[in-house]
């Protein structure tokens, strides 16, 4: 192989492995894999937290109870630290975008030619399995947190004193145009900085995981090389998922408690 021809097979390589399962809707690219498996990971949070509320037990819990316990008691201990709010909706909010997001980018781990060439012997040609790896996952996941922060606002403050909070704070209301861009822009940050802080992560995560990869092609040498590597950066990307989540967690609670306080 040349190298022209090396270039063109490891560039059609990375491109494959980027390009998402797309069905046209209306003239839209509705990508079937990122629904497919948010979905699943979806049903997987739903069916082990089921089985460990079904194991529940006053007496020695087992592996799963221990393990949910734990979890719901460590999203608890950051809600009670950050929201100064009063919400029965918060914790399992919290929760569920920890657990979600968590499995999101677990998916990262799982070898890059795993399930896209287990999808080709099925006629799936293209597939991406980390959602979190798809721009437009990640922001359906921050407009929703955005509009529970509209919500909470209008709830605690009323649509009034959301209102005047938009046009008086911070210059006072003579600013009041001052004010209201800047507050506009404020809001719409928030699911900005949620949505492409938690793609640019997993994106550049996937990325390398797909350089790794085509270096087994490069004879024995590179091959024993890139297992090397593979293994280092799975190892240290267990903490990227994981500090990702908890960031994406943690916001979305600093965000529903600012929205929360009635300003003064």
Not at 132 to 154: K, R
Not at 226 to 242: C, E, N, P, S, Y
């Amino acid at each position: 192989m040349s190298a022209s021809e090396g270039q063109t097979s490891a560039t059609d390589y990375i491109v494959h492995h980027l390009t998402n399962l797309k069905m046209d809707v209306g003239g839209s690219a509705l990508h079937l894999d990122t629904l497919f498996f948010s979905l699943l990971l979806g049903l997987v949070i739903v069916v082990l937290f089921g089985m460990a509320a079904r194991r529940v037990t006053s007496g020695v819990p087992g592996g799963l109870q221990n393990f949910a316990e734990i979890l719901v008691e460590f999203v608890d201990k950051q809600v009670k630290d950050t929201f100064h709010g009063r919400s029965a909706l918060i914790a399992p909010l919290a929760l569920t975008i920890f657990c979600w997001v968590f499995l999101w980018n677990a998916m990262d781990l799982v070898p890059v030619d795993l399930l896209p060439e287990t999808g080709k012997l099925v006629g799936v040609h293209y597939l991406r399995v980390v959602p979190s790896t798809d721009l437009n996952a990640t922001f359906g996941l921050s407009l929703s947190v955005l509009a529970l922060i509209i919500i909470y606002n209008f709830k605690i403050k009323g649509p009034i004193g959301f209102a005047k909070e938009f046009l008086t704070h911070p210059f006072g209301p003579y600013l009041f145009p001052a004010n209201l861009l800047l507050n506009l822009v404020e809001l719409a940050a928030k699911p900005i900085s949620l949505a492409l802080r938690l793609f640019g992560n997993m994106y550049a995560g996937e990325m390398i995981f797909i350089l790794i990869a085509l270096m087994y092609g490069g004879g024995w040498l590179l091959g024993s090389l890139a297992g090397v590597l593979q293994l280092g950066w799975a190892i240290f990307h267990i903490l990227i998922i994981t500090l990702q989540a908890f960031i994406f967690m943690v916001l979305t609670i600093v965000y529903l408690s600012m929205a929360s306080e009635s300003s003064h």
